[in-house]
């Protein structure tokens, strides 16, 4: 091959997430995440987009199927905590220097919420 061209990107475009209640799930993502919901159903992030599938397959619950980036950690954790959402505590992880929490989706999907 004489020149080089990536033809797969390194954007991630999409996350899916099976829900079996995709009306309870829409609330709980705009309300308690704040993620604003497009024209087309799907929930809009900063270059990708979160789709919610209406579904009996479920997501992996023993790991976060997906990170969200928060520049305060602590306020992250004490806004979620009063909206009533369900977080563990703040860890520190000394290899990575990051500091982050999960929260646990309306289906009991672990989201991470992390500082870098």
């Known amino acids: ?5 990536n033809v797969i990107t390194n954007r991630v475009t999409e996350i899916y ?3 079996s209640d995709y009306e309870q799930a829409m609330v709980w993502y705009t309300d308690v995440l704040g993620i604003n919901k497009n024209t087309h159903g799907g929930l809009d992030m900063d270059g990708a ?19 969200l980036f928060s520049p305060d950690i602590n306020a992250a954790h004490e806004s979620l905590q009063a909206k009533g959402a369900r977080v563990d505590e703040i860890y520190y992880c000394p290899y990575e220097k990051t500091t982050s929490f999960h929260v646990t989706d309306s289906e009991g999907y672990l989201i991470l919420i992390k500082d870098c």
């Open 17 to 19: 997430v099976h829900v």
């Open 1 to 5: 091959m004489g020149t080089s061209t």
């Open 49 to 67: 987009r979160i789709l919610l599938i209406e579904s009996d397959k479920k997501n992996p619950t023993s790991h976060a199927v997906f990170s």
